[in-house]
């Protein structure tokens, strides 16, 4: 750091993102957690963020930057009314959308470039959190910028084209994922970006050209004082809980819903999802094998009623195909119950070893998941060690406060570059 820039003093953060979505979705969970835990470490942080708008720990000051919501819960793929179209920005995301292409990272990025360029001596630094619009590239000549790169949308990309049963859906997948380009493109730019996984790490590098030397490894966290045992609530023999916060092939909930019907001609299981039931390919599949009335959704609750959850149930489920982490993963191994997950992606790095800290299975096998749930909820002891070994393995690794401390030793590397330092002074944030 530089002399004049106190090594060990509070920074003042801009943090960016562009889909906070509260209570579930990896993004959402991450930053209301991470920006919580640099408060607590004494840091200033302000969130700018678009729809759907992220909750936040009540010292944080929240600047909306709307978008256009053109793709929403309510609404999807609503075209707006011409007197919507009030800045460049609007014609921009509007003009990406009826190409077909998913705007909001564009479009967001464009808006908060032009919001911070005129504040530019209020902040040490920005985060952006996996926008990655080609304005985060004009934002970084103006504010020291750093990047979290949760996993490659490449992934998501390529389980959508292999699961869409013809060329006209496969076309439209094209389209929508074409934001994948731009953020490859930034990202190679970008002088630091944050990884939560060290499988990331190396897909990001393949896919989207990321040369290692950029990239540096912070996991993700858990509050283990939130998310902990209930030993006062009593279990539901035969339930499951999952958690589905987009109905996208990557997630694999298709592959559990099979699995548990199967399991379902031979005894009672209910599966608990945290998530909105959306209608959809996963709607429909709950029609077409007869679970709706074995099925509960639940959103928009507060964490500590996700725990209770946990508590309710004899096994927690991640059936993806593919994480970069998998916060889910964790939160359920850090209330003790017992996880079932495939081998997808970083799970396995995140989970531990089978029969230890997780009961595994191959990723896309719903004939290999169902036998591994029949063996979970068959045998009492082996959920019990599970559960707590997988505890163990969370508090003993990840929590937010070791994740912010992480976090803020490489704002520091990025604050010490030398265009840094520039930038800093030209700003008024470095004297001398």
């Not at 801009?14 to 990896?26: F, I, M, N």
């Not at 909001?104 to 464009?110: K, L, N, V, W």
């Not at 985060?127 to 619009?133: A, R, V, Y």
């Not at 490894?217 to 283990?224: A, F, K, N, T, Y």
Request: net charge positive; proline share 6%; with cysteine.
């Amino acid at each position: 750091m530089p002399a004049a820039l106190d090594p060990n003093g509070p920074l003042r953060l801009a943090y960016l993102t562009y889909r906070g979505k509260p209570h579930v979705g990896g993004q959402g969970v991450y930053t209301r957690h991470l920006t919580k835990a640099l408060v607590d470490l004494g840091h200033s942080v302000e969130v700018f963020g678009g729809q759907p708008y992220p909750v936040l720990d009540d010292r944080i000051t929240l600047t909306k930057l709307p978008s256009l919501d053109l793709v929403n819960d309510h609404y999807p793929f609503r075209f707006p009314a011409i007197w919507e179209l009030k800045t460049r920005e609007d014609w921009l995301e509007v003009g990406l959308f009826m190409t077909g292409q998913f705007a909001e990272p564009a479009a967001f990025s464009a808006r908060v470039k032009r919001h911070l360029a005129q504040r530019v001596s209020e902040f040490d630094l920005v985060h952006d959190n996996q926008c990655l619009g080609y304005g985060i590239l004009g934002l970084e000549k103006l504010i020291p910028t750093i990047v979290t790169l949760h996993h490659p949308i490449t992934r998501d990309r390529a389980l959508e084209m292999e699961h869409s049963p013809n060329w006209r859906k496969k076309f439209g997948v094209s389209r929508f994922y074409s934001f994948v380009k731009m953020q490859g493109r930034v990202a190679s730019r970008m002088p630091r970006i944050v990884v939560v996984s060290e499988n990331s790490i190396k897909d990001i590098h393949g896919d989207m050209g990321v040369s290692f030397d950029r990239m540096r490894l912070v996991p993700v966290g858990v509050d283990p004082d939130l998310f902990k045992p209930l030993p006062n609530v009593a279990r539901v023999p035969g339930r499951l809980i999952t958690t589905a916060s987009a109905d996208v092939a990557l997630k694999g909930l298709a592959y559990l819903l099979e699995a548990m019907a199967k399991l379902r001609t031979e005894r009672d299981v209910t599966l608990t999802i945290i998530g909105k039931p959306k209608p959809g390919k996963s709607m429909d599949l709950i029609d077409k094998l007869g679970l709706r009335p074995h099925i509960q959704f639940v959103s928009g609750v507060p964490d500590e009623r996700i725990v209770e959850l946990y508590a309710e149930a004899e096994l927690a489920v991640v059936p993806s195909l593919y994480e970069g982490f998998s916060l889910p993963a964790i939160e359920a191994m850090c209330t003790g119950i017992c996880l079932v997950a495939t081998d997808g992606g970083a799970l396995p790095e995140v989970t531990g070893r089978d029969g230890d800290t997780v009961l595994q299975c191959k990723a896309g096998d719903s004939e290999a998941l169902a036998a591994t749930l029949r063996r979970g909820l068959d045998d009492a002891e082996l959920r019990a060690r599970v559960g707590a070994n997988g505890r163990q393995r969370v508090v003993d690794r990840w929590t937010w406060r070791r994740c912010a401390e992480m976090t803020v030793e490489q704002y520091r590397e990025v604050l010490a570059m030398p265009a840094n330092i520039e930038k800093l002074r030209r700003n008024g944030r470095l004297k001398g």
